[in-house]
């Protein structure tokens, strides 16, 4: 079980290794930026009305 633990830290690592490197030579346009926060935005304004709806049925 220990090196199942070590392996999975070390695929975590790398993971965030290769997402640095990846962000620090191909940035993303400014354009991408604004598609991604817009998109993210309705994520979670849509997760806000399903929590009030949810908390308007119970009360």
Do not use: W, Y
Not at 28 to 55: C, P, Q, W, Y
């Amino acid at each position: 079980m220990h090196k199942f633990s070590g392996f999975m830290k070390g695929m975590a690592t790398g993971l965030v290794v290769g997402a640095a490197v990846t962000m620090i030579t191909d940035p993303m346009s400014e354009r991408d930026r604004h598609k991604i926060a817009k998109k993210t935005e309705g994520i979670f304004k849509n997760r806000g009305s399903v929590i009030d709806t949810t908390l308007g049925m119970l009360h």
